[in-house]
């Protein structure tokens, strides 16, 4: 198995601009998590799918933010209008049902 | 007081050291104790998982939980140049992956 598979792993990119990171999960996992690391505030979970549908966005920083899954095989994590202070590590990771995280190597942003 | 504390480091020990990593929390609804490892430009994977009190062994690792003290640590025996990682300590007071909370790690460099 590859993995979570995520996409691009480096992203630099200026103020204002729109900025879509992309994951792939793990055949038959049915839960999806994204998260952001930075040095300052650790591993934060940002929003939690289940079967396809978002179940707690509550750690979304603001509207600027947007995840959508549209099928088991694939999630997209949008920022819109990207900002210096989105700058951070963001990890994807897939759960089957029994449980247990995989984590992707993540995507490195850099907001300049 | 923060829900999850842990060192940052770095901490360096020699090679074939046991090593001591430590989380305190102050949730005392968490039951669900993990260690998770993350190499450089890596994401994190899971080493180790208790639920409640007591110790768990796996080869050179041990996890140790006393909810007494909200103490949580992590043995090392025989330390490796490999075992070179950042360890999260992560807990949660449910079962569900969707509500672990992360101490944002501490950086261990093995000195060959």
């Known amino acids: 198995d590859a993995g979570v598979i995520q996409s691009p792993r480096h992203e630099v990119t200026e103020m204002g601009q729109e900025v879509t990171l992309r994951c792939k999960p793990i055949?038959?996992?049915?839960?999806l998590f994204w998260y952001r690391q930075t040095m300052m505030r650790g591993l934060e979970l940002l929003i939690y799918?289940?079967?396809?549908?978002?179940?707690?966005d509550s750690g979304m920083p603001e509207d600027r933010f947007s995840a959508k899954m549209p099928n088991a095989s694939f999630s997209t994590l949008k920022i819109q209008p990207s900002e210096p202070r989105d700058s951070a590590v963001y990890f994807c990771?897939?759960?089957?049902?029994?449980?247990?995280?995989?984590f992707g190597a993540g995507t490195r942003l850099s907001v300049l | 007081q923060k829900e999850v504390e842990q060192d940052p480091g770095p901490l360096s020990v020699p090679e074939g050291a046991i090593v001591s990593l430590n989380c305190t929390y102050s949730?005392?609804?968490?039951?669900?104790f993990m260690w998770y490892r993350q190499y450089s430009r890596k994401g994190p994977e899971l080493l180790m998982y208790?639920?409640?009190?007591g110790n768990k062994e796996d080869g050179r690792f041990t996890a140790q939980v006393d909810k007494s003290s909200k103490y949580i640590s992590l043995f090392i025996r025989d330390s490796q140049p490999s075992d070179s990682a950042t360890y999260l300590c992560?807990?949660?007071?449910?079962?569900?992956?969707?509500?672990?909370?992360f101490g944002k790690g501490t950086r261990l460099h093995i000195l060959p």
């Open positions: 949730n005392s609804a968490f039951q669900y």
């Open positions: 990771a897939s759960s089957p049902e029994t449980g247990g995280q995989y």
């Open positions: 992560a807990m949660s007071a449910m079962n569900r992956d969707d509500k672990i909370i």
């Open positions: 799918f289940n079967n396809n549908v978002p179940i707690d």
């Open positions: 208790t639920y409640s009190s």
């Open positions: 055949s038959g996992h049915n839960s």
